[in-house]
């Protein structure tokens, strides 16, 4: 019989929780399995709406808060200024999650493990600051400069992967003086001139002023995420249920792709009705899609859930967990270099204040915040890239409203950590009793 659980390994929709079960029977797979016993008998909306009340009391509370809590943000700013959901303010907004999704999106990968990148807006500053100090003082081509620049921050990652690993200094404390030694480099860098400003025709600076104006674009790739989504989860449907595993029901899945099309297709109409499809968010949806593909689909994605899921438990399994646990920091070090060029974009400069900032505020918080806020577990083993998604567009979306309401800095500031603090609180609340990591 076909049961819907709270995502098979392989095969969970964007922000969906699901993971590779961990070895050992660890937290991984004990959420799946209460989430397969609570979705049995899916053959009428009663099963389902227990199924998905089982599913959030089983620690798989999946992205419909999260949703739930865009739609109330777009209400509530909508009803108080009419220019919130309008084609010009989305538009704007689809590009502004683009440099803190990416930071995101790398944060992620370290939380999958249970660990934490504290250096990541030093790496974002300091990728933009080579970059412009290399092009425009140095001559550089700009294709050879981004490159360096997005080196860098693998080089960075893998510093402190190696040191965590090897060594066996925490991650957080390893990451915390990256923050400071990175930002102290940035500012060394960028020099005591201050300023240095962009090409604003240069290959950087189109990164987020550049669109696709025809419409035809914008709804062809709606049209081809949709047909991927539906096709991988049909495959997926179809290899379990040949191995006499539990599998998504047809249904299920028509239902998750119609939604998928309707969102998909009415964000490409919005985006059609202002400038077109910014490449920006489509480099970012590619990015997504390719991170969720590794870790969901492949060997080495089912590492990561594994080593989350417990340490120990990983180690018997014949995981390299030095390996893992430095590829994922390089990770996060290059998605935040290239984050960090995407923020230069936005400024078409890099200076010492956007450095700073960079190194010890915003950026740093917010790209933590949206991953834990879309749903990545602090405790490892849970979330996927599309949790960076759904996170940013709930910070962005505050940071919008409150602009065009001109209210000040520091009340979007005690909204977004009270937003956090209860998307911890849930995290926590919702795992198991008695649940912990396992050791180094």
Do not use: C
Not at 301 to 313: D, M, N, Q, T
Not at 341 to 367: D, E, H
């Amino acid at each position: 019989m076909a049961v819907s659980g709270g995502g098979a390994p392989g095969d969970a929709g964007p922000g969906g929780r699901a993971g590779p079960s961990a070895p050992g029977g660890g937290p991984a797979t004990r959420a799946w399995q209460r989430n397969l016993a609570g979705l049995k008998g899916f053959k009428n909306l009663r099963g389902y709406t227990g199924g998905v009340r089982e599913s959030v009391r089983g620690a798989e509370r999946g992205p419909l808060p999260v949703v739930l809590g865009l739609l109330v943000i777009g209400v509530v700013f909508q009803a108080l200024d009419d220019n919130f959901l309008s084609p010009r303010n989305l538009s704007n907004l689809s590009v502004d999650i683009v440099g803190t999704g990416l930071v995101a999106v790398g944060i992620v990968f370290v939380l999958l493990i249970g660990e934490i990148d504290l250096s990541v807006g030093s790496v974002s500053g300091l990728a933009g600051a080579a970059f412009a100090v290399l092009n425009v003082n140095q001559g550089v081509p700009e294709w050879l400069a981004l490159i360096v620049g997005v080196a860098a921050g693998t080089a960075v990652g893998a510093f402190h992967g190696a040191f965590f690993a090897w060594i066996g200094v925490p991650a957080f404390v390893v990451t915390l003086a990256g923050l400071l030694v990175w930002n102290g480099l940035t500012l060394y860098l960028l020099g005591a001139s201050g300023t240095i400003n962009l090409m604003e025709e240069g290959l950087v600076a189109d990164l987020t002023a550049t669109y696709f104006p025809a419409d035809g674009i914008a709804y062809a790739v709606a049209a081809l995420g949709t047909a991927g989504y539906l096709l991988a989860a049909r495959r997926t449907s179809r290899r379990l249920r040949a191995a006499g595993m539990p599998y998504r029901p047809e249904r299920d899945i028509w239902v998750r792709a119609g939604v998928l099309a309707v969102v998909a297709f009415a964000a490409a109409y919005t985006l059609n009705r202002f400038q077109g499809l910014p490449l920006a968010l489509l480099i970012f949806l590619v990015v997504l899609v390719t991170s969720d593909y590794v870790l969901r689909r492949t060997r080495h994605g089912r590492r990561v859930y594994a080593l989350g899921g417990g340490v120990e438990a990983a180690r018997r399994a014949g995981i390299a967990v030095e390996r893992v646990r430095i590829a994922m920091f390089m990770v996060s070090g290059t998605l935040a270099a290239v984050g960090g060029l995407f923020v230069a974009s936005g400024l078409t400069s890099a200076s010492p204040t956007t450095a700073r900032a960079a190194g010890s505020g915003m950026l740093l918080i917010n790209a933590i915040a949206a991953a834990v806020i879309g749903g990545t577990s602090l405790f490892g083993g849970r979330g996927t890239p599309w949790s960076a998604l759904l996170g940013v567009l709930v910070i962005q979306s505050i940071a919008s409203g409150m602009a065009l309401l001109g209210v000040q800095d520091s009340v979007q500031f005690m909204i977004t950590g009270g937003v956090l603090l209860v998307a911890v609180a849930t995290d926590a609340l919702s795992r198991p009793s008695g649940a912990v990591r396992g050791g180094p």
